[in-house]
């Protein structure tokens, strides 16, 4: 079916060079953050041919499930937004099933079990998506805490897949556990290798979920969840198209088939032995260019359960080339064109996952030449001694792109080293920093530089945002 012919866009499209977006060459690897991988062709594809015609979205879903189903021996499959959008949605199926009144009522759960249970040693940082849906999260350190946890109110047991080395009772014990009181359990393996038959449906857990955008090399905005056939079924009815708390987690006919696409050549096509081959060379390609530097050690490193690739460490002394991990990392991605890797207290990392054929000889060289090319000495005046001192409790006024918060923090000042406490609402953290002239940096919940001003002072937050906001404070005692 060609693409439609009754309207015409009648423009050319922007690109990321009209933009003035810079894209980079991916040594690092499949981050959201820096927009996943590159999808396979057989995707690009699919998704194209998607376009080019309308289908019912349940119809389509149910076809999908069975050919998941069909190709990674699980009972069924299913296609999400992403893999944080399975976390939502095996959520809101533990809770409340496929009951389109309780469904309607989320995140109420009144009447519903609402309780999930995760290890507290590998939190994933993604229980957001959890509470979202109206659960709440309970946490575990040992066998004989998650029996006792386990209870009327609990609706599923969630694990971090990725982190599982760190776990103290194991995938396979807590899985186990579960299904001795009939408790469902949900493993969330995003940065892992499809695998058939799937190692967490063996254990017994019962479902699973994989990001559509990292080894799949599907598109990003996807996840794929293979399990219960029920459970699966009823996660799709809290998602769009349906209504309820997971409307706004659409996943379109070109994200779906694109994504069945990666699939089935992740596990009929694509030759993963010869891409590991590929991997490597790309590594020894970046290593020979390196390793007569003087002071220069390289080290491969091979992968735990997720992120399945090699990796080439990079360590040297900064003073013997007079330049630092950070400057290295920052020359590299400021520089024509930008190259991104991992950073590594004492070096850095290359991660040859999303490369493609030549950027390793490109990466080698722009490597070589920053390492051997001395950093210039730092901006700015050096630190002076401090001409203030912040000792006192102080009213911070934190202003966002949007809105504005309230925080406290208390200080107490020895030379130019400074100790105490910041509080927000929610939490209280530690606080450290230092003052030079009248120039302080604080460590709190986020980092505070600015000018100190009398009985006031203020300047940049760094919130871990794109837009940093601003501060001001004035000591109150």
């Not at 296609?79 to 409340?96: L, R």
């Not at 020894?284 to 491969?300: F, G, K, N, Q, S």
Request: proline content about 6%; some cysteine; hydrophobic content about 40%.
């Amino acid at each position: 079916m060609p693409p439609s012919t009754s309207t015409s866009g009648r423009i050319q499209p922007s690109t990321y060079a009209s933009l003035g977006v810079r894209p980079v060459i991916n040594a690092s690897g499949t981050y959201t953050v820096w927009s996943g991988s590159r999808m396979l062709d057989v995707a690009v594809q699919a998704m194209v041919e998607a376009t080019n015609g309308y289908v019912r979205i349940a119809e389509l879903m149910e076809a999908i499930g069975a050919r998941l189903a069909e190709i990674t021996g699980a009972e069924w499959g299913y296609i999400t937004s992403s893999c944080a959008a399975a976390i939502n949605q095996i959520t809101a199926a533990a809770m409340a099933g496929g009951d389109p009144e309780k469904a309607a009522r989320l995140p109420d759960t009144a009447g519903m079990p609402n309780e999930v249970i995760q290890e507290a040693c590998i939190r994933s940082g993604y229980e957001p998506c959890i509470r979202i849906a109206g659960g709440r999260v309970v946490t575990v350190d040992t066998e004989t805490e998650l029996r006792a946890a386990i209870g009327p109110r609990t609706a599923l047991v969630f694990i971090d897949g990725d982190a599982e080395a760190r776990s103290r009772i194991t995938p396979q014990r807590l899985i186990a556990i579960a299904r001795e009181h009939g408790i469902p359990t949900f493993v969330d393996a995003a940065a892992q290798r499809l695998t058939r038959p799937n190692r967490y449906l063996e254990m017994g857990a019962d479902a699973v979920a994989y990001s559509g955008g990292k080894c799949l090399r599907g598109p990003q905005a996807s996840g794929l969840m293979l399990g219960r056939k029920d459970l699966l079924r009823a996660a799709f009815l809290h998602a769009s198209p349906h209504g309820g708390q997971g409307r706004a987690m659409k996943v379109g006919k070109e994200e779906a088939m694109a994504l069945l696409a990666a699939v089935e050549a992740f596990l009929l096509g694509r030759d993963h032995d010869a891409e590991w081959q590929m991997w490597k060379g790309y590594l020894e390609t970046i290593r020979r260019a390196v390793a007569d530097l003087p002071t220069v050690r390289t080290e491969y490193q091979m992968p735990g359960v997720a992120n399945v690739t090699p990796y080439l460490n990079i360590t040297w002394d900064a003073a013997a080339l007079q330049v630092t991990p950070q400057q290295v990392y920052t020359s590299l991605l400021e520089g024509e064109p930008r190259v991104l890797v991992s950073q590594r207290n004492d070096g850095l990392q290359i991660n040859p996952y999303m490369m493609e054929d030549g950027e390793d000889r490109i990466v080698a060289q722009r490597l070589r030449a920053v390492l051997s090319t001395p950093a210039p000495p730092p901006a700015g005046a050096p630190a002076e001694a401090p001409a203030v001192d912040i000792t006192g409790e102080w009213r911070v006024e934190l202003q966002f792109v949007y809105g504005k918060a309230v925080h406290t923090l208390r200080a107490e000042q020895r030379d130019a080293a400074v100790e105490g406490s910041y509080r927000t609402p929610y939490q209280q953290r530690p606080l450290r920093g230092r003052v030079s002239g009248r120039q302080v940096t604080l460590h709190g919940l986020y980092t505070l530089t600015g000018t100190v001003d009398g009985e006031a002072m203020g300047g940049t937050a760094h919130v871990g945002q794109e837009w940093p906001a601003t501060w001001s404070a004035r000591r109150e005692g």
